[in-house]
């Protein structure tokens, strides 16, 4: 596997957010405080977090038309963009929601396959709790659980079984 690259920081982790019951200014909105985007990169065997990402103007993506069809793009460069959302379980911090989604990228024709309402979505539900890795290839999966258990070895030890076999191989 290539060495573990980290752009635009690390994990955002736990936070202070302004709807923790205050009634002040921002109740009520979306919070990404403990949202962290990262990259799996098929081919490289790596992953990064780039926060670019939650504006869609990550590394991967700059420069690129993203297309709907992924035969549009059939020598794409497959990459997962992987939503973590950290929150405290078991006494402390944790993965507690990942949502994993497709894209390919062909940086010589400067374009791209990525479904936008399956990334929204994928986001979504990350930031509810949920695990949705079951799409991804046993090789992502390795690359995941190995980025996640190496960033923070007692997070993942505190994440759900749920996670720790669905990216199981």
């Known amino acids: 596997m290539g060495s573990s690259k980290q752009k635009g ?3 955002n982790i736990l936070n202070n957010d302004s709807t923790d019951g ?3 200014y921002g109740v009520g909105t979306v919070s990404l405080n ?3 985007p990262v990259f799996i990169d098929v081919e490289d ?10 504006h869609a103007r990550s590394s991967v993506e700059k420069g690129i038309k993203f297309l709907k069809d992924k035969n549009e793009v ?3 460069r ?5 939503w973590v959302q950290t929150d405290m379980l078991n006494g402390g911090p944790a993965y507690a929601g990942v949502a994993a989604c497709e894209m390919t990228v062909d940086r010589e024709i400067r374009r791209g396959y990525k479904s936008l309402p399956e990334h929204v979505n994928n986001m979504d539900k990350a930031m509810k709790g949920r695990i949705l890795v079951e799409q991804m290839d046993d090789k992502s999966k390795d690359i995941l659980r190995n980025y996640l258990e190496t960033f923070n070895q007692e997070m993942w030890d505190r994440s759900s079984d749920e996670l720790k076999n669905g990216l199981a191989t």
């Open 78 to 82: 497959p990459f997962w963009l992987v």
């Open 74 to 76: 059939p020598n794409g």
């Open 45 to 54: 065997g790596d992953a990064f977090v780039d926060m670019g990402a939650l």
């Open 22 to 24: 205050h009634g002040g």
């Open 9 to 11: 920081g690390g994990f």
């Open 34 to 36: 403990n949202m962290s």
